[in-house]
């Protein structure tokens, strides 16, 4: 990836937990910087979108299991170009599996936001 192109994380989740179970607010913050970093490690610019200088944002919602794979994604708001579009289950797939989550918490729904930015 050049200089001139930053891919951007956000690393703000909204977190829809599916059981009741009580985990340290700190093993939360740690698995949420293990995903982000997961995130910016393996979020790829399409080539014809830097071409074409193509942004875009989106939001996906992830279902996690407690073993960290993602059971299913959901497309919630498209970046609104096809080419970034399609980059999304293709970023979904080498995310799989994500990292365990937090003792007690045995499936975990959140918002992941998205950010293909030229820089």
Request: with cysteine.
């Amino acid at each position: 990836m050049t200089n001139l192109i930053k891919v951007l994380v956000l690393a703000t989740f909204c977190a829809l937990a599916s059981t009741t179970a009580v985990f340290a607010v700190e093993d939360m913050t740690a698995w949420k910087k293990a995903v982000a970093k997961k995130v910016a490690k393996n979020q790829r610019y399409p080539r014809s979108a830097l071409a074409r200088e193509i942004e875009g944002k989106a939001k996906i919602r992830l279902t996690v299991a407690a073993d960290g794979a993602i059971k299913a994604h959901e497309v919630i708001e498209e970046t609104g170009a096809a080419v970034l579009d399609r980059e999304i289950p293709k970023l979904v797939k080498r995310l799989n599996p994500l990292p365990s989550l937090p003792a007690g918490q045995e499936e975990l729904s959140f918002v992941l936001p998205l950010d293909w930015r030229l820089d």
